[in-house]
């Protein structure tokens, strides 16, 4: 399968602790995203990569949240000192730069208790 | 402000009943418009995209419209495993990110 593979696919953490997810884009690709999508609603943008380079981060992402994308290929999410409100599906998409079509993963559901 | 309002927010149908769900956009400087299709569960997969007033896309029983605010996806003779969510997206010229509707849920009963 070369689609977008997310890790772990489910999480659940403590109010107050810290977790990291992790993203692998297809492999041709440039450009990954990160989305937040909560019950019943569309998936919200968080930040996108181009290479290495963080171009862009929403107002959404509060600063417990930090993304890298350290080599160009993978990229990890991390949310420090989880809060209730965190608790989502975090997406992870990636693009062509050229053709722009956004290729999403299985998602990872974050449960914050 | 960019905005996009999908309609119905669900739908359901009989098998072989055709339908279309509507997404309307107010965004400055589109530069594409995109459909996806999500199962409970799981990411959106992607089915289509539109970059201009008038242009149609289609992949067997789906429909893809654009005009200048709106656009609709058709659903000609539906089957049960058309049964998902339906997400509208925009994106702006050169800024990457998607701008997604709440989504249309459809349930097709055979």
């Known amino acids: 399968d070369t689609g977008v593979s997310q890790d772990p696919r489910h999480k659940i953490t403590k109010r107050g602790q810290n977790v990291t997810f992790r993203c692998d884009p297809i492999?041709?690709?440039?450009?990954l995203y990160w989305y937040r999508q909560t019950l019943g609603q569309g998936p919200e943008f968080l930040t996108y990569?181009?290479?290495?380079?963080?171009?862009?981060k929403s107002r959404l992402l509060s600063d417990r949240f930090s993304a890298e994308r350290p080599k160009g290929s993978f990229s990890t999410l991390e949310i420090q000192r989880t809060e209730q409100g965190d608790s989502a599906m975090y997406l992870c998409?990636?693009?062509?730069?050229?053709?722009?079509?956004?290729?999403f993963g299985p998602g990872t559901r974050l449960t914050v208790t | 402000e960019d905005q996009v309002t999908q309609s119905p927010e669900a739908l359901r149908l009989q098998e072989g009943e055709s339908s279309s769900l509507n997404c309307s956009y107010t965004?400055?400087?589109?530069?594409?418009l995109f459909w996806y299709r999500q199962d409970p569960g799981k990411g959106p997969e992607f089915l289509f995209t539109?970059?201009?007033a008038g242009e149609e896309k289609e992949k067997e029983r789906l429909k893809a419209t654009l005009t200048k605010k709106e656009s609709f996806l058709h659903i000609t003779a539906p089957k049960p495993e058309d049964s998902a969510t339906y997400l509208c997206?925009?994106?702006?010229?050169?800024?990457?990110?998607?701008?997604f509707g709440q989504g249309t849920t459809l349930q097709v009963k055979p």
């Open positions: 998409a990636s693009s062509l730069t050229s053709v722009g079509e956004q290729y």
């Open positions: 492999s041709e690709h440039n450009r």
């Open positions: 990569f181009q290479n290495e380079a963080q171009l862009e």
């Open positions: 965004v400055s400087g589109l530069r594409g």
């Open positions: 539109l970059y201009s």
């Open positions: 997206a925009v994106e702006k010229s050169n800024t990457g990110k998607l701008i």
